[in-house]
Each structure stands twice: as C-alpha cells, then as structure tokens.
C-alpha cells in the first residue's frame, strides 16, 4: 500500500508530503489534513488529487500562494488545472499551477471589485489556439459558476495563453510579446494597404498562423528554401506587397533581435497579395 510522509497540512484539505523516494508532493483531498501533524503518514488511498513540484523555488511560491486562498476557491482553482491536464491529453509544465492559480485567483477578485482588464489579443489567441481555447472556455464557465462571479471573455483569451505555455513549455510573458508584435503588424497592414481585415475571416487566421510560424522560425533560427525565380516575379508584379512584406520584416527583427531570411519576405508578400486582391 503507497503511504507518503506527511511535512505539513496547509488546511483541512492539502497536505505537503513526501513519497517513498523523498520526492516533495502535494496532496489534495476532502479533509484529509484535518487534525493531521508533521510526520504521521498516509495513504494513497485517501487523496484525491497529487501532483509534483520538481522545482525547489516553485514549491515554495506554490505553497505561499495557496497558503492565502479560502477553502473553496483553492478547491475551484486546483480543479481548474485538473480539467486543463483532462483535456489536454498531454504533459503540462508543472509550473501552471503556480502561473494559472496565481493568474485566476486575481482575475476573481478583480471582478469582485469590479474591475476588469481588456485583453488587447482575444481575436488572435483565438484564432492561433483553437484548442486551448475551447478548454480554457470550459475552465471559465467553471470558475464562474463554482464561485458566482462573471469572468468575461477576455479571460477566456489569457487561460488559453497559459494553457498553451504548459504545453510548449514557453514563457506566457513571451507568447504575449509575439502576439502583440502579430496585432502591430496586423495593424501595418490594414494601414498601407487601406483596407479593414475581417478579424473572422479563414484570410486573417491564415494571415497571423503565418505570422506566428514566421516568428518561431525566427527565434529558433530556422532558414526556409527561398524560391528564387518567384522573388524577381514577386518584386514585378506585386511591388506594394514586396516593400510592405520588408518593412513588416525590419520590425520583426527590431523586435525580436533576430536575423530574418529573405525567403520570409517571399511567403509573407503571397499573403498580402492574397489579402488585397480580395478587399478589391
């Protein structure tokens, strides 16, 4: 029978413990840290949910910042990852339960106050991350019901940034750089080409998946085959694309510090091209 070695009881339902081979671990289930003490044991069989905190530093972030929540919002909160790992159906960094407890347990109180914060990138995580957005719509309608408050889409956008970082193992404060370097090129684009994209429309999400690809190339350094014989074709034919693809370039290198290949301007003028033939 699995039994860990109870460390210390956070409240009457999460206890810190070690397992057999003195790996810390949280453990969460109904009552079981009540009347509990430093060094009595327990057995697998009476937790609900484990997890493991590998990092030294993110166990004690984590156990600072459930040591402050109320019994029934950490109890939403920790079924809110449990949900995400369900559907997910693939590793998360572990680090999520310190990022998206920390990220909702904010958001709630923010909208208890009545204070709401815009999310400036609600159409592209959308349209970038289908998938994480649909889980992080479930995690919403959750949260809102479990502790009666109205979290707004907007949250729904920042769930699915988190959840996508703990599957990619990537920074959220990263993915949030990109995604408003993508609605700033967006926003080039609408403007030299005097035209209005349909933020719904199948152009637009092919328009920042290309541009969201083109920016990962970028950071891990990757070079793309450029066809040669369409470039000059490019450069005739389709002259306010090609400079308006540079220009979208150089900000992409000032930005992200990297080196950029010419085949880039190649694909990304396609796309404009595409985009303004039909706004014609």
Same mark, same amino acid.
């Given at each position: 029978m699995k039994t860990y070695l109870i460390k &210390?009881?956070?409240?009457?339902?999460?206890? !810190?413990?070690?397992?057999?081979?003195?790996?810390?671990?949280?453990? @969460?289930?109904?009552g079981i840290g009540f009347g509990k003490k430093s060094g009595e044991s327990i057995i697998r069989e009476e937790v609900e949910k484990l997890f493991v905190l590998n990092d030294p530093e993110e166990q004690e972030q984590y156990k600072q910042l459930i040591s402050t929540l109320d019994e029934k919002t950490l109890k939403v909160l920790i079924s809110a990852v449990e949900i995400i790992r369900e559907r997910a159906g693939m590793p998360l960094n572990e680090h999520i339960h310190i990022a998206l407890t920390d #990220?909702? *347990? *904010?958001?709630?109180n923010r909208m208890r106050r009545g204070m709401v914060i815009r999310n400036p990138f609600l159409l592209e995580t959308k349209a970038l991350y289908p998938d994480e957005y649909k889980i992080a719509a479930k995690v919403t309608a959750m949260v809102n019901e479990q502790?009666? %408050?109205a979290l707004p889409e907007g949250e729904i956008g920042f769930i699915a940034l988190h959840i996508h970082s703990a599957l990619v193992n990537k920074n959220v404060r990263e993915?949030? $750089? #990109?995604?408003?370097? @993508? %609605? $700033?090129?967006?926003?080039m684009i609408e403007e030299q080409l005097d035209i209005i994209i349909d933020k719904t429309s199948i152009d637009y999400i092919r328009l920042i998946r290309h541009l969201r690809f083109a920016i990962?190339?970028? %950071?891990?350094?990757?070079? @793309?085959?450029? +066809?040669?014989? !369409?470039?000059?074709?490019?450069?005739?034919? /389709? +002259? @306010?694309? /090609?400079?308006?693809?540079w220009k979208l370039i150089k900000v992409m290198q000032q930005t992200l510090q990297k080196e950029i /290949? =010419?085949? =880039?301007? %190649? /694909?990304?003028?396609? #796309?404009?091209?595409?985009?303004?033939? &039909?706004?014609e």
């Open positions: &210390k009881a956070l409240n009457n339902n999460v206890l !810190i413990a070690t397992d057999v081979n003195g790996n810390e671990v949280v453990l @969460i289930g109904r #990220h909702l *347990f *904010f958001a709630v502790l009666s %408050v993915l949030t $750089r #990109h995604s408003d370097l @993508i %609605v $700033r090129l967006v926003t990962e190339r970028v %950071v891990r350094g990757d070079k @793309i085959a450029e +066809p040669e014989k !369409i470039t000059g074709l490019l450069k005739n034919e /389709y +002259p @306010i694309c /090609y400079n308006l693809a /290949y =010419e085949a =880039e301007a %190649v /694909y990304l003028t396609l #796309h404009l091209q595409r985009i303004q033939a &039909k706004m």
